[in-house]
């Protein structure tokens, strides 16, 4: 059921194991037939976790979604709904969240029914004071039987990655200063230290990742002496700023997976496709007719894929630069095709046996398969447009630094087109970001430029970015050297067989993979003028293990003989597809030093990231964002 | 010196022995007319208290006064109580070694070791009214607890099943008794204690809800009346004495006998009670009579007067002088010492001291159990467990040791273990402390227990040294050590502050895991806030610190503390107790001093309290945000002079904030906005809160040409940009004509292409051709491909003889077979040339 998490050096299927377990107790503390009310946001996340058949067998008889009003509890006509005994709202510690929560409470509590209902709240992932009080306030903190909460911060996406899937993070952290998220970053490595040992090297760059250390240091010296000894499979945990490296996020991601989340969107792990490509595909004639008639209705409904290393092709080109997969598909299809030639010669009944066997395995291919050159040409038609192209190639000048310190006309021609505001601010904040700011006067003139067209009240925006640092004033030029340093920028890039990690951005190394591949080898201390120019302290810590440990390591001839370490990079304020994929190839080079075991508040791409610090949201006036 | 078997009396097949624990203190043998006191001994070698009984006519020495004194079972004094309450019935200690006292009233008042007094209970309303006539305490050691039953003036019984939890439950009442039953007693069972009571010779079995009568046919001797009532520490056996001198063993649910003992005393026994589980011994006058299940018996003189406690494995007897242990031989102390034994212990023993004696029998002996050897040494070892004397302890640890030499694979562990636990045993036996445990008490007691006890007792450094020298894990050993003493330490009024936090963190310093809040807690409740203060700032756990700081209103060090920890909870949860604490600018100052603090309450304001927010602005000058506040205010607000009211406050603030082009921005969109207002009258459309852009397009779109030029002029707009704008706007609306003449009217700043990108937008391929032949030549390729003319596309690349432009051409022509044939040729045409 999960076994795309059990692959990895770091088992994550068990990660999976204990937040299945905990919500399973939570539920199992009220008493009786359930239903459970959700916080739309965390539906999605919860389905990683566990499956409505699951819930059933603990009694959850309904499920709602919170909504404003009257819970629907009676409305079924089987009576089903009149007898549940408890009523549990799972949701997050949101102010706005409370007032619908308590509204549901007070109007069930107007006319109760038969039965006596009891009253649960769970917040996710923890309690929040203001919450409470705020339940206080409106009347209805004593009617709740249970006010609890189910600590879900990390979500196992995958073998290898876990995220928070928190909107607000980096917002709340480097703008607004609030650093309730690095605690429950802390929080979450804390429970990743309970269950796979301490981890004895803490490297980080950042302010928050300092304070996320402090914190975990601390919180280890709380539970002094309570520690579970289990011998660390982790050896190194590297805490990441985002604003350490912007950078990379307003580049448009070139790897498979990358390039379905900048046009689609990929939310939890799940993707909305539009279905017209799909439906057609099947290869049933004598249903031909049906299916048309199918079709005029299918369209309204937008397909969902999985994505996840379940599907072995899609683990296989997901990483891949998208010129790369063109070439892989057609590969499998070739190979997919002449297993099926087999049947033809296969004349003997066992030989026919063993065909069978294999069918199962060979429709399943070629439905991912069918599925993946569908994506793929959709995402072709996009790649293939001239504006794509272009945006392209002026980020390209950009991240090489030509004529950074000019008015781009590229970015004008957009802001005059009157583009989405989105992709307009991407290449402006790119550009502002690879010179180290823009000078007063073209600052100004872009402003202008962006307030006259769409609209004044984006001047709030505006500053909202600035704040973050991704626009402002030119000071002392440091992309340059950084970018020599870390060799960010390479030519020749072979997109097919690749051999270093920039053919993600095909020509272009995200700074922050970089950072950690320097780290793993030859060391931090290799790029020291480098650290020096980026933003916030630099860390390094070590941390003791329990005396139980200790001598436990240095084993003359191990016979695991796994020298390869295992790093559990976090990324605080976001990550994107594309840099988890240059992890990736780090990880699977033959002679990699370490394996990385990704963790972030959330995974971002440009046009959600930004969007996420804007004042104004953007609505897209388009049902797909354009970029 | 005497063989070891010298003191050991046969009782049928297996011996008994008397071991004297201590010889008592002289202050102890000063008070301890045992004949005029109530004396209650705590179980597993506990403290002593004696309380004069009002009942035996004493001499009163000095005042009238009635004391409790307490007693180390070695005889020192730990503390005495001056009792000024009612009329005590029945002391008894519970298992935690508290003092119960229990007045005739039923209120049973619960004192610690040190005389301190703890907490009361009450038996209920009817043993108020009726007065207690007679109370038990008793121990289920199924369950761990300590009970009390009482016995009413109404002859009802009243049992409460934990002193810790304390609810009276009344038992069953037996039907006509209306007289003092002739004997009750408590028999504990796993889930609910029984009542078992005699009225004469009839039994009654009685609990909550149910109550039986059980025959009990004597086949000795007639009985009239059971007058005494005993059951074992583990409530599984039972001894009832008659009137007529008959004692009845058997099982505590007298199913079972196993004899009938005629004592041949009309009298009563003073005492009758089990020494652990293998005799039942009655103490008459001057006689103690040790009497087995098999009839066997033993007689001691006892030549003053005594009292005797039963413990799980034997009995301790209580006397003026002395503290003795009577208990049955262990076996493996029998198997080794028992003379003319063959067990391999005693060949191992033998070889031993044969050794020591440098005789070459020792060889000998070693050779008979060869065999047997890891057996031998166990079996040593465990008699040294078994063993009282330091001395013998060590003869048979010595005989262990020598035989494991022996031995090639014995494992040393449980002869460590022995040795230590043997250290233990021996330094809490000590006359100072005074807790004569047997190692099979410690087992079932735990360590954990005996830590508690030696807590209880305040003997620190003992307890310390104990957890240290048996690794125990810090959380039961050492920081709770520590811990306990620190919290007793500032109970110390007399000590200054200083010197307490001082000597707390010398010997806390690095110790994990202590829980200084609840030290400091304890230094609060006893009103030294200075010293509660200073010890919190060693407390880690800031969820346990902040609280309590807060309680004790030192606000400033709680904020700190909060924010340093993270938690943002905790932040706002001093922030929130401020805001109602103190007076708003004090309130406002203080954020201020603490910035991230600031950053916080802000988020909070931004959704809760948006007029505190401005407040917090005006406090701090940020006239940024004081404007942006009020830009964000305005785009909501649908009326429009209040819009341009809160837009010029923003422009003043933006100018305070010397945020120039913030500044100017608003003074434009106060402008624009007047523009829209007077066009809107003018022109009956909606223009209000457009953007400029999206103005001049619908100026553009509506024919309002001049209207348009006039803002281009006034809010200068770019020229490139204003061509864009106008070319989609009048493409958007159709208007070829004007486009075209547009296009004429002066040359493009920006090319063709967007004349024909837009009317391509705008699907008009005929207007879009029209201007693709104004493109420059190298970028016409491109407006066919636009155009999606590529027949055209592809012939132009080809005679421009650009292999690139061919290239983008093919791209485009996916499905198309045949034109992308002809591309084909036509780029090898090219390679050719």
């Known amino acids: 059921m999960a076994t795309h998490l059990v692959s990895g050096r770091v088992n994550l299927a068990f990660w999976r194991e204990v937040a299945r377990r905990e919500l399973l107790d939570c539920l199992d503390k009220c008493i009786g037939s359930k239903a459970v009310v959700w916080d739309d946001f965390l539906t999605g996340p919860i389905g990683l976790i566990a499956e409505y058949s699951l819930l059933k067998e603990h009694e959850v008889d309904r499920m709602f979604p919170l909504r404003p009003g009257h819970l629907p509890l009676k409305s079924t006509s089987s009576g089903a709904g009149g007898n549940i005994q408890n009523v549990i709202f799972i949701v997050r510690p949101r102010l706005e969240l409370m007032t619908i929560v308590a509204d549901n409470i007070r109007k069930a509590e107007e006319n109760p029914g038969r039965f006596r209902k009891e009253f649960h709240i769970y917040f996710v992932p923890r309690k929040s004071l203001l919450c409470e009080r705020k339940l206080t306030e409106l009347g209805v903190y004593g009617t709740l039987n249970t006010v609890g909460e189910y600590n879900l911060d990390l979500l196992p996406f995958d073998s290898d990655i876990l995220s928070m899937e928190s909107d607000s993070a980096f917002k709340d952290c480097y703008l607004q200063g609030d650093p309730t998220c690095m605690f429950h970053v802390a929080k979450s490595l804390m429970k990743l230290q309970a269950l796979y040992g301490i981890i004895p090297n803490i490297y980080g760059k ?19 002496g309570t520690e579970r000894l289990i011998s660390p499979q982790i050896d190194c945990l590297l805490l990441i700023d985002r604003n350490v490296d912007l950078l990379t996020p307003l580049m448009t991601q070139l790897t498979y997976e990358g390039l379905i989340d900048e046009i689609y969107g990929i939310t939890n792990a799940t993707v909305k496709l539009p279905p017209e490509k799909f439906a057609k595909k099947d290869d049933d004639p004598k249903q031909g007719q049906q299916q048309q008639q199918q079709q005029q209705d299918l369209p309204t409904e937008p397909k969902k894929v999985q994505l996840n290393s379940a599907d072995e092709l899609f683990s296989v080109i997901r990483d891949r630069n998208f010129h790369a997969v063109g070439p892989e598909l057609s ?29 199962h395995h060979i429709q399943a291919a070629k439905m991912s398969l069918a599925t993946h050159t569908s994506i793929a040409e959709l995402i072709k038609e996009r790649t293939d447009k001239e504006s794509f192209m272009d945006s ?17 006309s590229h970015i004008e021609d957009c802001i005059a087109r009157k583009e989405p505001l989105i992709k307009v601010l991407r290449l402006l904040c790119m550009q502002s970001v690879t010179n180290n700011g823009l000078k007063p006067k073209i600052f100004d003139y872009y402003r202008k430029e962006i307030l006259q067209t769409y609209g004044f009240e984006n001047n709030l925006s505006l500053q909202q970015l600035e704040r973050a640092g991704l626009l402002r004033v030119q000071e002392q030029k440091t992309y340059p050297t950084i970018r020599k340093t870390l060799k960010l920028v390479m030519e020749d890039v072979n997109e097919q067989n690749p051999t270093d990690i920039s053919y993600v951005f095909s020509g272009y190394a995200p700074l922050s993979v970089r950072l950690a591949q320097f780290l793993a080898r030859p060391g931090w201390r290799s790029i020291d003028e480098v650290l020096r120019l980026l933003p916030g302290p630099t860390i390094e810590e070590k941390q003791v293990l329990p005396t139980g440990l200790q001598k436990k390591r240095p084993m003359i001839g191990d016979s695991q003989g796994d020298s390869t370490k295992v790093t559990l990079i976090y990324f605080l304020g976001g990550v994107t597809y594309a840099e988890i994929a240059a992890l990736r190839f780090l990880s699977q080079q033959e002679d990699a030093p370490t394996e990385f075991v990704i963790a972030t508040t959330k995974i971002i791409n440009g046009h959600n990231w930004l969007q996420s610090m804007l004042e104004v949201p953007q609505t897209s006036t388009e049902t797909t964002p354009q970029r | 010196m005497a063989h070891v078997t010298g003191d050991w009396n046969p009782l049928g097949d297996v011996f008994y022995r008397k071991v004297e624990l201590y010889s008592m203190d002289r202050l102890w043998q000063e008070v301890a007319d045992l004949r005029k006191f109530k004396v209650a001994v705590a179980p597993f070698g506990g403290p002593i208290a004696l309380m004069r009984d009002s009942n035996k006519i004493t001499q009163v020495r000095g005042s009238s006064h009635i004391v409790i004194f307490i007693f180390s079972a070695a005889g020192k004094e730990i503390s005495r109580i001056n009792w000024d309450s009612g009329n005590v019935i029945h002391i008894g200690w519970s298992l935690s070694e508290d003092l119960l006292c229990i007045q005739d009233d039923g209120t049973v008042l619960v004192y610690n070791i040190f005389g301190k007094y ?33 016995l009413t003036g109404t002859y009802r019984i009243y049992v409460v099943n934990d002193v810790h939890n304390p609810a009276s439950r009344k038992m069953m009442e037996v039907p006509g008794l209306d007289a003092p039953p002739s004997s009750w007693c408590v028999i504990g069972g796993d889930r609910q204690n029984h009542i078992l009571l005699a009225r004469d010779k009839r039994l009654y079995k009685l609990d909550r809800s149910d109550m039986q009568q059980e025959i009990l046919e004597t086949k000795t001797k007639e009985v009239n009346a059971f007058i005494e009532m005993a059951v074992s520490f583990d409530n599984r056996f039972l001894a009832l004495f008659s009137d007529t001198g008959l004692l009845w063993i058997g099982s505590s649910d007298l199913q079972k006998t196993y004899c009938e003992f005629d004592t041949s005393s009309q009298m009563r026994p003073r005492q009758l009670v089990w020494c652990g589980t293998g005799a039942v011994v009655g103490y008459w006058e001057n006689l103690l009579l040790v009497i087995g299940p098999q009839k066997d018996w033993i007689k001691y003189n006892m030549d003053t007067d005594a009292v005797l406690i039963p413990e799980n494995d034997s009995l301790h007897i209580l006397q003026t002088h002395t503290h003795e242990l009577l208990q049955r031989v262990p076996g493996v102390v029998e198997d080794i010492f028992k003379i003319g034994s063959m067990a391999p212990g005693a060949m191992l023993y033998e070889a031993c001291r044969e050794f020591q004696k440098e005789s070459q029998k020792a060889d000998e002996y070693i050779r008979m159990i060869k065999d047997q050897l890891s057996l031998a040494v166990e079996q040593c070892i465990e008699a040294a467990g078994a063993e009282y004397e330091p001395n013998s302890q060590k003869l048979l640890l010595r005989a262990a040791s020598f035989g494991k030499c022996f031995g090639t694979n014995v494992n040393a562990d449980k002869f460590v273990n022995m040795c230590k636990l043997l250290r233990v045993l021996n330094a809490v036996r000590d006359y100072q402390i005074g807790i004569p445990l047997t190692y099979d008490q410690l087992k079932k007691l735990t360590l954990t227990v005996l830590m508690d006890r030696l807590i209880l007792r305040r003997q620190w450094a003992l307890a310390q040294q104990i957890s240290q020298y048996l690794k125990l894990p810090e959380s039961e050993g050492e920081s709770r050590i520590l811990g306990h003493w620190a919290c007793y330490k500032v109970e110390q009024k007399h000590i200054p502050d200083e010197l307490i936090a001082q000597s707390i963190k010398e010997k806390l310093g690095d110790t994990p895991g202590i829980a200084y809040s609840e030290i400091a807690k304890k230094a609060s409740e006893c009103g030294r806030t200075q010293l509660a203060v200073k010890l919190l700032e060693y407390e880690p756990r800031a969820a346990e610190q902040v609280p309590l700081l807060m309680t004790m209103r030192d606000s400033r060090t709680s904020l700190r503390k909060a924010i340093e920890s993270g938690d943002t909870d905790l932040v706002y949860m001093v922030l929130l107790q401020l805001k109602e604490d103190l007076p708003r600018g004090e309130f406002l100052m203080m954020l201020r001093n603490h910035p991230q603090a600031q950053d916080l309450f802000l988020q909070l304001c931004r959704e809760q309290h948006p007029n505190l927010l401005l407040d917090l602005y005006n406090q701090n000058d940020n006239f940024q945000e004081l404007a942006n506040t009020a830009v964000r205010d305005s785009l909501t607000e649908k009326n429009l002079q209040k819009r341009l009211d809160q837009l010029n406050a ?13 500044m100017k921005a608003t003074e434009e969109e106060i402008k624009l906005l007047g523009y829209q207002q007077r066009m809107q009258e003018q022109y009956k459309e909606q223009f209000l809160y457009l953007s400029l852009h999206d103005t001049v397009h619908k100026l553009v779109a509506k024919n309002l040409g001049k209207m348009a030029e006039q803002l281009r002029k006034e809010f200068k707009f770019p020229d490139k940009r204003f061509w864009w704008l106008k070319i989609d706007a009048l493409a958007g609306a159709g208007e070829w004509i004007e486009l075209e003449r547009f296009a004429k009217s002066k040359k493009s700043p920006i090319g063709y292409e967007p004349f024909v990108e837009l009317c391509m937008k705008h699907h008009n391929k005929y207007e879009a051709n029209k201007y693709a032949a104004k493109v420059a030549p190298e970028h016409r390729v491109k407006m066919y491909i636009r155009m999606g003319t590529l027949d055209e596309a592809a012939e132009l690349a080809f005679q421009q003889k650009s292999e690139e432009d061919l290239n983008l051409v093919l791209r485009q022509c996916a499905g198309n077979r045949q034109l992308s044939a002809k591309i084909n040729t036509m780029k090898q045409q090219l390679g050719k040339k």
């Open chain 2, 118 to 150: 703890q907490r009361n209970f009450n038996m209920g309303q009817e043993s108020r009214e009726s007065k207690v006539i007679e109370s038990k305490v008793f121990h289920n050691t199924s369950y761990g607890g300590t009970g009390v039953a009482v």
């Open chain 2, 650 to 662: 923003a422009q003043d603030n933006y100018k305070k904030a010397a945020n120039e082009f913030s």
């Open chain 1, 392 to 408: 392209l190639q002026t980020q390209q000048e950009f991240m090489n630094g030509i004529d950074t310190d000019k008015i781009n």
């Open chain 1, 206 to 224: 950042g302010e928050c990742s300092r304070q996320v250390t402090d914190m975990i240091m601390r919180m280890r010296r709380e539970m002094a």
């Open chain 1, 331 to 359: 590969r499998r299809a070739k190979i997919l095709s002449a297993q099926y030639e087999e049947r033809k010669d296969a004349k003997s009944v066992s030989a026919i046996r063993q065909f069978v066997s294999k069918l």
